[in-house]
C-alpha cells in the first residue's frame, strides 16, 4: 500500500523546545477584550456562534486547523498520511502534548472524542457532514498505537480535512474528562494555549494561561504555529454596544474591540490613541436572486441587474476601502484564488438598457430583502437599491429583522436579498452551500449540473493544481447562469490600544491572543 | 387587609396566564427560528430537523404551550435553547442586577425629586418654579441613552474618573461595585427626577390650594412646617402610584442603560434572547416581569392607606 | 374692661385683584368695629368679598389678592405694618379661623389629636402630651362622645358635624380674642347646624372673644348676632344693630336679601278623587356590594325601606330628609333609573320594572328629571337649541316648529329667545337651572322630579327659581315629586310633605299639618332648623320667625327614635285622613 505523505511538521526543533512561557508574564498581566454577546456555552460544536468561537480556540485544538492563508496545516497531529485511493487518513500526533488537567494527549484519547461526536444519537452540529446523509461517511475510527489515530472513508473528499479543521463546526479534541458519567458537560478541557478561569454569565469570560503549552512550530501561522501565551490572562468583558466598546478603548477600559463595522470606522480612524487593524476575511457578500421567481427566471433580467450595478464602488464604499470587488465565492485571500476568479460583471449602463429591453420586465415592483443587524447587509442593499433605482428598475427595499431574513432564506421566499455567506477555507465547501436542488432545499441558490459534476470530481482530486482550475471552471458557469452576484469578500476591523503589541488581525476573522504581549504605559 | 392580597393575587393569576399564553403566541408567530439562527449558513435539512427536535420545536404549539405551563406550575422554568443554561438561574441573577440599578436610582430620584417638587409647589410661579420645572422638562424629554452617552464620554473618557464598562457585583467589593454603579444609576435617575418631580409639583400645588392647608395657616404654621407637616404625606400617595409605575417599567426596560453600560441586566436579558428567539428565555423573563409589575403595584397599594388613610383595603 | 371695647376695627378697606383696574375693587372702603365679646354678622350673597374681607384680616387672602388702602387695628396694633412671622403670631393664637367645609379643611392624612394640638405646640410652651391632656379636656366639654377615640381617628371617620365642633373645638384651645366664622353651619345638615351653632356661641361668649360670623343665613343672624354689616359688590352698605336692621332694613339690597327668604303662605290641600300619576308600594331598594371569595359575606346597604308614596295628579309632593336618607334614591326609582329590590312602581298606569330592559322603565313622556348641579347637568358642547331639541319627543316635527317650541320654552322660564344659540358655560348658574326647567318640561311630561333644584345656588337666585317653578306648576298642571334636605324651600310649593330618616318615611301629610302639627321628632327638629319671614302689614317691619311647636303630641306614641332595624315592619299612626306619622317598628 503506497501512502502519499502530505504533511509533515519542518521545525521539529521548535516543537523539542522545552520553555514556551518565555517572558514577560508577571502573574498579573490582563488583556481585556470587547466581547459583543456572552458565549454560548464551552462544549464545542453544540451552541455557537462566532464570538463563542473566538474562545473556542483558544482553548481547544483539532488535529488539524488553519494556516495564515486558510491552508490545512497539522496541529495536534505531527503528521497525517493519506492512502492511495483517498479513504485512509492516518494520524500521527505530537509528542508530550497535554490537556489544561495535565493528562497526556493519545490516541486513544481522540478515538473516544470522534466515537462520542459522530455517535447518531449526539447534537453535534456537523455530524451530517460524515455520517452519510450527504455521501461522505467516516466508517471506521482506530488507535493502532499511542500515536497513531486512523480514520476510513467510505468515499475520497478532498475537502476532508479541511472539514476537520473547521471552525464553525467545532472539532476540536476535547478531553474525555470534560464530560461526566452520563456524557453531559461539565467543564472544558482542551490543549490550547489558554485555559477557562472563569464564566460569569452575562458579565464575562476570563480565560488563563496554561503553562504547560506546547507550540506546534516556530512562527505565528493562522491558527497553528507559534501560540505562546505571554499575558496571564485573557478577559472577554461582554459589551453589546460598538459606541460602549469604543468608549471603553478610549479610557484604556479595554483592550481590543474586534468585528467592528465599516461605519464605526470613522469613529475610530482619527483617534490617535487606537491602532485600527483592517483585513479581508473569507466571508463574502452577495446579492441573491430567487431564480424560482416568475419575474428573476428570466436571465436578461438578472444580466441586466448584473450590468447596472457597479460592484466596485459598493465594495469600496461599504468596506471603508479594505475590500475590493470579488466575483468568487473563493475568498481574494485563498490559495485557490487566480486570476480566473476576478472574472465577472462589468458596470455598464448601456448593456444594462440592452438586457433590460431584452428581457420581460415592465416595471413590475422587485422586492430587496436586508437587515439592520448587520450594517454592511445593509449599506451593500442600500447601495443595490440606489443603483437599480437609477437603471429603471422598480426596486422595493425591505428591512426585516435577521431572524426573519434567515427564515426567507431557508425557505427561499424572497426576489432579491442582500445576504451574507461565512467563509468557507475550501472553495468545495463554498460552493456546496450554494449549489443544489431547489426543490428538495430552497435555501440552495444555484441549480447546474455540469457544476455539480465538477465538485463531486473535484472531491476525488487531492491535487492542489488540478483543484484550483475545477474550481476556476465552475466559476465560469456560475457567471454564465447568475444565481447571485457576488458582491465582495467581508472586511475585519479590529482596534486595539497601543499597549497590545504584536496584534494582528487574520483573515479567518477570529482575534487570536497568543503571541500578544501587554506593555502598560504605552498610551500616549 | 389578608384576603385583599389574597384577593389580589387571585386575580393576577388570569392576567399572567393571559400574558403568557399572548406571549408564547407572539414570540412563536414571529419569523424566524431559533433552531436555524443557531445553525447559521452551516445548516442543511437534516441537521435543521433535528436540531428542531432536540429543542422540542417540532410539537405541535399547543402540544408546546401545555408542557411549557405545566413545567411553569411546578416552577420548572427548563434551561435556554441557545446557552441551555438554566432559565430561572439566568433570569435570577440578571433580574437582582437590574433590581439593585433601578432601586437605587429610583431612591436617589425620590431623594431629590420630591423636595424639588414640593418647593417648586411652594414657590408657584416664580421664577425658582419656573427653573425647576424647565430643568425637569429637560430631563424628562432628552432619551435616557443620550443622558448616558455624555455621562460615558466626559467621566469615563475624558475624565476618566469612573469606569464605563462591566458591572461589579455588591457581594463582590462593595466600593468598586458603587463604582461601577454610579454612572447607570445617574444617567437612570436623572429622567426619573423630571418625572417625580413634576407629578409632585402638581399635587403638591393642588393640596396648596385646599381648605385644610388654609386652616394651617390660619393656625399661625409657617409654610415650611406646613410643607412637612400637611403638604408633604398627601402630595405624596399620588406620587407613590408614579414610583410604583416607574419601577415597574424600569425594571423591564432598562435594557439600553444596561447595554450601553454593559450590565448584566434583565432588560438585556430580554432584548438578546428575543434577538435570538430564546423562547424560554423570553417567556420566562415576560411572565417574571409581568408579575414583578403586579408585585410592585401590590406593595404600592398596601403602602397608600399610610399616605391616604381613607383608602381602604 | 368694659363691654364697648373695641377689638378690631377696620378702616377704609380696599381689597383688588393686581390684574385689575382700580375700579374693580374687590371690597371697596369697608368699614367696621368689632366690640369685645360681640357676634358681628357680616352678610351678603357669594361673591360679595364678605370672605376675602375676612380673611384679609389675617392676611389669608389669596396671593393675587392685594390690600390696597385701609387699615385693621387689633387692640391698637396695625396688622397691616406686621411683617408675616408677626402675623403668623397673631392666626391661631389671637385670631382664630372656622372654615365652612368641615369636610375638607382636616388634613385627610392626620389625626385628629395631633391637628388640634398643632396650634398649643406652636403657640405655646406645652408638651405634646399636656397639649393632647387639653383637646381631651376640650371635647369633653363641647360634649364629643368618646374624646379619646377621636384624638387618634381620622377626618374621614367622622360626621360632618363631628368635624366642624372638633374644628371649633381646636380653634377654642388656644382662647383667641377674635374668632372669624366662615360660613361655620351651611355645609351641615340642617339638624345638626343649630346645634354646632350653639356650640360655637357657648365656647365664645365663655372666654369673652368676639366673632366675626360671615354667613347668608339670615336666621343664624337673627338668632345670635349682635351687630350686622350688609355687604353688597364689596361696599358695606349697611350695618347696625341686629334687630334694628332687621326690623326695618334701610338699604334696598337688605330689604332684597330679607323678602328672599321662604315666606310661609301654606296652601290649602288639593284633594283630587282621580288616580295618581304615580303610585308607590312597598318600595325597599338595596345595594349590594358583591363578595370576592365565597367565603366572604356580602354587604348590603338598605337604601329605602318599604315606602308608600302616591302623587295625585297637579299635586307637588315635597320629600325632604338629610343627605343619605334615601329621597334621591327613590327620587330616581320613580323615573325609573332604580331598580327596587321589593314592592311596586305604578306610573300613569305603566308598571315600571316589569322587564329587564333598562330602557322600557323609562317613559320620558310621563316623567322628566331637574338635577341638582346645573353646571355639570348640561353638556358643555351643546348649544342650547341642541339641549332643548333632545327634549322634543316628537320625531316627526319640522325645524322650524321646533325651534319655535324651544324658543317658546325659553321665554316661559324668563330666558331671551336669543339664547338659543348660546353655550351653557355663557350663562350664571340661575339662568342655567331656568334651562335645565326647560328642558325637562318641554315634553310637557305629567310628573317632574326635581331633585334638590335650588340647594346649588344662592339664596336669592333660589327665591327666583323657586316662583319660576311655581308659576310653571300652577299654569301647566303638571305633578312634581320636589326633593330637598330643606323645609324652608317646599313650605311655599308643596301640597303634602313626605319625611324621610335612614331610608324610611317617618312623616307625611299636608303641607299646613306638618308645618303645625308635626308629630315625629326628626320632623320637629328639622322644622325648627327652618325659620321664615313674617312682614308685619301695619308696621311694615320684618320679622323672622323660627317655629316652635307646642308640644301636643300624644303621650301614647312612642316614637322609635334609632332606625337601625333591617327586617321590621313599620307602624303608622293616622292622625287624619292624609297625614301618618311612623310609631315603632316591629321585628316580623
Known amino acids: 500500500m503506497r501512502v502519499i505523505v502530505v504533511f509533515v511538521l519542518l521545525s521539529l526543533s521548535a516543537c523539542s523546545s522545552e520553555n514556551e512561557s518565555i517572558k514577560p508574564r508577571d502573574g498579573n498581566s490582563q488583556i481585556v477584550v470587547a466581547l459583543r454577546n456572552d458565549v454560548r456555552g464551552f462544549e464545542p460544536g453544540i451552541s455557537r456562534d462566532v464570538f463563542t468561537d473566538d474562545l473556542f480556540l483558544h482553548i481547544y485544538e483539532g488535529l488539524v486547523t488553519y494556516d495564515e492563508k486558510g491552508g490545512v496545516i497539522p496541529l495536534l497531529a505531527e503528521s497525517v498520511n493519506i492512502s492511495e485511493n483517498g479513504l485512509t487518513y492516518e494520524f500521527t500526533l505530537r509528542e508530550k502534548v497535554v490537556f489544561h488537567n495535565d493528562k497526556p494527549l493519545n490516541s486513544e484519547v481522540v478515538k473516544k472524542h470522534y466515537e462520542r461526536i459522530l455517535d447518531p444519537d449526539g447534537t453535534w452540529l456537523c455530524r451530517s457532514w460524515y455520517d452519510g446523509s450527504r455521501g461522505l461517511e467516516i466508517i471506521e475510527l482506530e488507535a493502532p498505537d499511542d500515536k497513531t489515530f486512523v480514520m476510513t472513508l467510505n468515499t475520497p473528499d478532498a475537502s476532508f480535512l479541511d472539514k476537520l479543521a473547521n471552525v464553525q463546526c467545532g472539532g476540536y479534541i476535547v478531553h474525555p474528562d470534560s464530560f461526566d458519567q452520563d456524557g453531559n458537560f461539565i467543564e472544558p478541557i482542551g490543549t490550547g494555549p489558554y485555559a477557562l478561569s472563569q464564566w460569569q454569565k452575562g458579565e464575562f469570560v476570563s480565560l488563563e494561561a496554561f503553562t504547560q503549552y506546547r507550540s506546534s512550530g516556530a512562527q505565528k501561522d493562522g491558527l497553528g504555529g507559534a501560540k505562546r501565551a505571554l499575558v496571564d490572562k485573557i478577559k472577554w468583558q461582554i459589551i453589546p454596544d460598538i459606541s460602549s466598546s469604543i468608549a471603553g478603548l478610549l479610557s484604556g477600559q479595554i483592550d481590543m474591540a474586534g468585528r467592528l463595522d465599516a461605519t464605526s470606522l470613522y469613529d475610530v480612524i482619527n483617534e490617535t490613541n487606537l491602532e485600527v487593524h483592517k483585513q479581508q476575511s473569507f466571508d463574502w457578500n452577495t446579492l441573491l436572486f430567487q431564480t424560482k421567481d416568475p419575474l428573476l427566471s428570466d436571465l436578461a433580467l438578472r444580466q441586466a441587474i448584473a450590468s447596472a450595478l457597479d460592484i466596485n464602488s459598493i465594495a469600496q464604499s461599504v468596506s471603508g476601502g479594505i475590500s475590493k470587488q470579488n466575483p468568487s465565492v473563493v475568498s481574494t485571500q485563498s490559495r485557490y484564488y487566480s486570476d480566473c476568479h476576478t472574472a465577472g460583471y462589468t458596470f455598464d449602463k448601456s448593456k444594462a438598457k440592452q438586457f433590460l429591453q431584452q428581457s420581460r420586465y415592465v416595471g413590475q415592483a422587485i422586492s430587496l430583502i436586508t437587515n439592520k443587524r448587520y450594517n454592511h447587509m445593509y449599506d451593500n442593499a442600500l447601495l443595490i437599491h440606489f443603483m437599480l433605482t437609477q437603471a429603471g428598475f422598480n426596486v422595493e427595499l425591505e428591512v426585516v429583522e435577521w431572524s426573519t431574513q434567515v427564515d426567507l432564506y431557508l425557505t427561499g421566499n424572497f426576489q432579491l436579498m442582500v445576504f451574507g455567506y461565512s467563509g468557507r477555507t475550501d472553495p468545495l465547501l463554498a460552493y456546496e452551500a450554494i449549489l443544489g436542488d431547489k426543490s428538495q432545499h430552497p435555501y440552495y441558490q444555484w441549480e447546474n449540473d455540469k457544476a455539480r459534476g465538477l465538485l463531486n470530481q473535484s472531491m476525488r482530486e487531492i491535487s492542489a493544481e488540478q483543484r484550483k482550475e475545477t474550481f476556476c471552471e465552475v466559476h465560469k458557469l456560475m457567471i454564465q447562469d447568475i444565481p447571485l452576484i457576488n458582491l465582495h469578500n467581508q472586511y475585519i476591523i479590529d482596534v486595539t490600544t497601543p499597549s497590545l503589541i504584536d496584534y494582528a488581525p487574520y483573515t479567518l476573522q477570529t482575534p487570536r491572543f497568543w503571541g500578544v504581549k501587554k506593555e502598560e504605559g504605552r498610551r500616549q | 387587609m ?234 405624596f400617595a399620588p406620587t407613590l402610584t408614579i414610583i410604583g409605575m416607574v419601577i415597574g417599567s424600569l425594571l423591564g426596560g432598562a435594557a439600553v442603560i444596561e447595554t450601553l453600560f454593559t450590565l448584566p441586566g434583565i432588560g438585556r436579558l430580554m432584548v438578546d434572547s428575543l434577538y435570538s428567539r430564546d423562547y424560554p428565555v423570553i417567556q420566562a423573563s415576560t411572565l417574571l416581569m409581568g408579575g414583578v409589575f403586579v408585585l410592585v403595584n401590590l406593595l404600592v397599594d398596601l403602602l397608600y392607606p399610610f399616605f391616604d388613610p381613607r383608602v381602604k383595603l | 374692661m368694659t363691654k364697648s371695647e373695641v377689638v378690631l376695627s377696620i378702616f377704609e378697606l380696599s381689597l383688588g385683584f393686581s390684574a385689575l383696574e382700580n375700579t374693580n375693587l374687590v371690597v371697596e372702603k369697608a368699614e367696621f368695629h368689632i366690640k369685645k365679646g360681640e357676634i358681628v354678622a357680616l352678610i351678603g350673597e357669594s361673591g360679595s368679598g364678605k370672605t376675602l374681607l375676612a380673611k384679609s384680616i389675617i392676611r389669608l387672602q389669596p396671593d393675587d389678592c392685594q390690600l390696597i388702602n385701609g387699615s385693621i387695628v387689633m387692640n391698637g396694633i396695625e396688622l397691616n405694618e406686621l411683617s408675616l412671622a408677626q402675623i403668623r403670631e397673631y392666626r391661631g393664637r389671637e385670631i382664630g379661623l372656622i372654615l365652612q367645609e368641615p369636610m375638607v379643611s382636616l388634613n385627610p392624612s392626620m389625626r385628629v389629636g395631633e391637628q388640634m394640638i398643632e396650634g398649643l405646640l ?467
Open chain 3, 122 to 588: 406652636l403657640h405655646t410652651k406645652l408638651t405634646k402630651s399636656e397639649a393632647l391632656q387639653r383637646a381631651k379636656t376640650m371635647l369633653v366639654k363641647v360634649g364629643i362622645p368618646e374624646p379619646e377615640k377621636r384624638l387618634t381617628q381620622y377626618a374621614h371617620e367622622l360626621s360632618g358635624g363631628l368635624r366642624q365642633r372638633i374644628m371649633i373645638a381646636s380653634v377654642m384651645l388656644l382662647k383667641p380674642k377674635l374668632v372669624i366664622a366662615d360660613e361655620p353651619t351651611t355645609a351641615l345638615d340642617a339638624s345638626v347646624q343649630n346645634s354646632v351653632m350653639q356650640m360655637l356661641v357657648e365656647l365664645t361668649s365663655e372666654i369673652n372673644a368676639s366673632v366675626l360670623l360671615i354667613t347668608h343665613d339670615l336666621s343664624v343672624v337673627a338668632d345670635y348676632a349682635n351687630e350686622v354689616v350688609v355687604i353688597e359688590k364689596g361696599k358695606v352698605v349697611e350695618k347696625g344693630k341686629c334687630s334694628k336692621v332687621f326690623a326695618k332694613p334701610k338699604h334696598p339690597y337688605t330689604t332684597k336679601l330679607l323678602e328672599a327668604l321662604p315666606i310661609y303662605k301654606p296652601k290649602p290641600l288639593n284633594v283630587s278623587e282621580s288616580a295618581p300619576v304615580v303610585q308607590i308600594n312597598d318600595v325597599s331598594v338595596s345595594f349590594k356590594s358583591k363578595a370576592f371569595f365565597p367565603w366572604q359575606e356580602s354587604k348590603i346597604f338598605r337604601a329605602v325601606k318599604s315606602a308608600n308614596l302616591s302623587i295625585l295628579p297637579g299635586n307637588v309632593t315635597a320629600l325632604v330628609g338629610e343627605s343619605g336618607s334615601g329621597k334621591s334614591t327613590l327620587g330616581r326609582t320613580v323615573v325609573g333609573l332604580c331598580q327596587p329590590t321589593s314592592g311596586s312602581v305604578e306610573l300613569d298606569g305603566h308598571r315600571l320594572y316589569e322587564t329587564s330592559s333598562a330602557k322600557r322603565n323609562l317613559h320620558p313622556d310621563i316623567v322628566q328629571l331637574i338635577f341638582q348641579d346645573p353646571y355639570s347637568s348640561l353638556n358643555p358642547k351643546m348649544k342650547l337649541e341642541e339641549i332643548l331639541y333632545e327634549g322634543i319627543l316628537q320625531a316627526d316635527l319640522s325645524y322650524e316648529t321646533r325651534r319655535k317650541m324651544a324658543g317658546d320654552m325659553l321665554e316661559e322660564v324668563d330666558l331671551p329667545r336669543e339664547f338659543l344659540k348660546r353655550y351653557p358655560h355663557e350663562l350664571s348658574g340661575g339662568q342655567r337651572q331656568r334651562v335645565c326647567i326647560a328642558r325637562a318640561l318641554i315634553s310637557n311630561p305629567k310628573l317632574v322630579v326635581a331633585d334638590e333644584p335650588v340647594s346649588a345656588l344662592d339664596l336669592t337666585v333660589q327665591s327666583k327659581v323657586l316662583k319660576l317653578l311655581n308659576r310653571l306648576q300652577q299654569e301647566r298642571q303638571f305633578s312634581m315629586l320636589f326633593i330637598s334636605h330643606d323645609l324652608a324651600v317646599v313650605q311655599q310649593l308643596a301640597d303634602t310633605v313626605v319625611v324621610m330618616e335612614h331610608g324610611v318615611i317617618v312623616e307625611k301629610g299636608a303641607t299646613t299639618d306638618i308645618f303645625e302639627n308635626a308629630h315625629h321628632p326628626y320632623t320637629r327638629r328639622l322644622i325648627e332648623a327652618s325659620p321664615y319671614l313674617e312682614k308685619c302689614h301695619i308696621t311694615q317691619e320684618y320679622k323672622l320667625t323660627t317655629r316652635r311647636i307646642s308640644n301636643k303630641t300624644p303621650k301614647a306614641l312612642n316614637f322609635c327614635e334609632t332606625l337601625e332595624f333591617d327586617d321590621e315592619e313599620t307602624v303608622f299612626h293616622q292622625v287624619n285622613q292624609h297625614h301618618s306619622v311612623l310609631i315603632k317598628a316591629i321585628r316580623t
Open chain 2, 2 to 235: 389578608f384576603n385583599y392580597i389574597l384577593k389580589r393575587v387571585f386575580l393576577a393569576i388570569p392576567t399572567l396566564l393571559i400574558a403568557s399564553l399572548i406571549v408564547f403566541i407572539m414570540v412563536r408567530i414571529l419569523p424566524g427560528d431559533p433552531a436555524a439562527l443557531m445553525l447559521g449558513d452551516m445548516q442543511d435539512a437534516r441537521s435543521l430537523e433535528q436540531m428542531r427536535a432536540q429543542l422540542g420545536l417540532d410539537k405541535p404549539i399547543v402540544m408546546q404551550y401545555l408542557i411549557w405551563l405545566s413545567d411553569m406550575l411546578s416552577f420548572e422554568f427548563g434551561n435556554s435553547i441557545i446557552t441551555g443554561q438554566s432559565v430561572s438561574e439566568l433570569i435570577f441573577d440578571r433580574f437582582f442586577v437590574t433590581f439593585q440599578l433601578v432601586m437605587v436610582a429610583v431612591g436617589i430620584a425620590i431623594i431629590i425629586a420630591i423636595p424639588s417638587g414640593l418647593y417648586a409647589a411652594l414657590k408657584h410661579n416664580t421664577f425658582t418654579d419656573h427653573s425647576i420645572m424647565m430643568l425637569s422638562i429637560f430631563l424628562l424629554s432628552i432619551p435616557s441613552f443620550w443622558i448616558a452617552l455624555m455621562l460615558v464620554l466626559v467621566f469615563g473618557v475624558e475624565l476618566r474618573w469612573l469606569p464605563t464598562i462591566g458591572y461589579v457585583a455588591l457581594s463582590d467589593n462593595v466600593q468598586e461595585a458603587i463604582r461601577y454603579l454610579i454612572l447607570p444609576v445617574v444617567s437612570l435617575a436623572l429622567v426619573v427626577i423630571g418625572q417625580f418631580t413634576r407629578m409632585m409639583r402638581s399635587t403638591s400645588i393642588d393640596i396648596l390650594n385646599t381648605e385644610f392647608v388654609l386652616n394651617a395657616r390660619a393656625k399661625g404654621l409657617s409654610e415650611i412646617q406646613i410643607l412637612k407637616r400637611h403638604i408633604f404625606k398627601n402630595a
